[in-house]
Antibody
C-alpha cells in the first residue's frame, strides 16, 4: 500500500524559501505509471495544484506559481520535493503531496508564512 | 485555465435521502483518446481529500456503490443515492485534461 508523508518547517519568514519533502513508501517515484504532485489548500479554501514531477525528470507547474516553484525527485531516497521562493503571507496553506490523479495523498503539512 | 463551477455551495441532507452535486467546466473535458478527465474527491473534516470517482463515472477502489457519476462534455453530476453520516465533508470536482489542473470550489455536505 503506497503511503506519502510530507515533511518540512511549519513556520517560514516572508521572502524566504519553503522546502518541503514528500517521502513515498510502498511504491517508487521511478515508476512510469505516475506523476507526483504538490497541491495546497489555503485556510478554509479550496484546492490548488502547484505542479508535478515525473520519473523522467520532466516537470510542469501552475503558471500562477511557475516563477517561484521547483519540484524535483530523488530516486535514491524515493522522495520528491517542493521549493517555493519569495514567500508571502498568501502562501500560508496546508501543502499536500499526491500521486497520479491524486488517488493517494499525504496527510498534509501546515505552513505559515509570518515574521 | 479551465474554470470548474460547482453547485450548490452547500447541501443539508436527511440520512437516507439522495443528494446531487453539479459541476460545469468552461471547456470540454473530452480527450481525443475518448476519455473524459473529470474526477470527484471528498474531503472529510480534518482529513486529506480522497478520490471517489475517476473519468466521470468509474468508482475508485472501496467507494460505496451509493456514489455515482454522470455527464459528458462540460456538464457533470455526482449523486449519492442514500446519504449516510460518513458522507459529510466537502466534495470537489477536478479536471485533468488541460494543465493547469483545476478544481471546483467545493460543495459542503452536511447531515440534517
Amino acid at each position: 500500500q503506497v503511503q506519502l508523508q510530507e515533511s518540512g518547517p511549519g513556520l517560514v519568514k516572508p521572502s524566504q524559501t519553503l522546502s518541503l519533502t514528500c517521502t513515498v513508501s510502498g511504491g517508487s517515484i521511478s515508476s512510469a505509471d505516475y506523476y507526483w504532485s504538490w497541491l495546497r489548500q489555503h485556510p478554509g479554501k479550496g484546492l490548488e495544484w502547484i505542479g508535478y514531477f515525473y520519473y523522467s525528470g520532466s516537470t510542469n507547474y501552475n503558471p500562477s506559481l511557475k516563477s517561484r516553484v521547483t519540484i524535483s525527485g530523488d530516486t535514491s531516497t524515493n522522495q520528491f520535493s517542493l521549493k517555493l521562493t519569495s514567500l508571502i503571507a498568501a502562501d500560508t496553506a496546508v501543502y499536500y503531496c499526491a500521486r497520479g490523479v491524486f488517488d493517494v495523498w499525504g496527510q498534509g503539512t501546515m505552513v505559515t508564512v509570518s515574521s | 485555465d479551465i474554470v470548474m463551477t460547482q453547485t450548490p455551495l452547500s447541501l443539508s441532507v436527511t440520512p437516507g435521502q439522495p443528494a446531487s452535486i453539479s459541476c460545469k467546466s468552461s471547456q470540454s473535458l473530452l480527450h481525443s483518446d475518448g476519455k473524459t478527465y473529470l474526477y470527484w474527491y471528498l474531503q472529510k473534516p480534518g482529513q486529506s481529500p480522497q478520490l471517489l470517482m475517476y473519468e466521470v463515472s468509474s468508482r475508485f477502489s472501496g467507494v460505496p456503490d451509493r456514489f455515482s457519476g454522470s455527464g459528458s462534455g462540460t456538464d457533470f453530476t455526482l449523486k449519492i443515492s442514500r446519504v449516510e453520516a460518513e458522507d459529510v465533508g466537502v466534495y470537489y470536482c477536478m479536471q485533468g485534461i488541460h494543465l493547469p489542473i483545476t478544481f471546483g470550489g467545493g460543495t459542503k455536505v452536511e447531515i440534517k
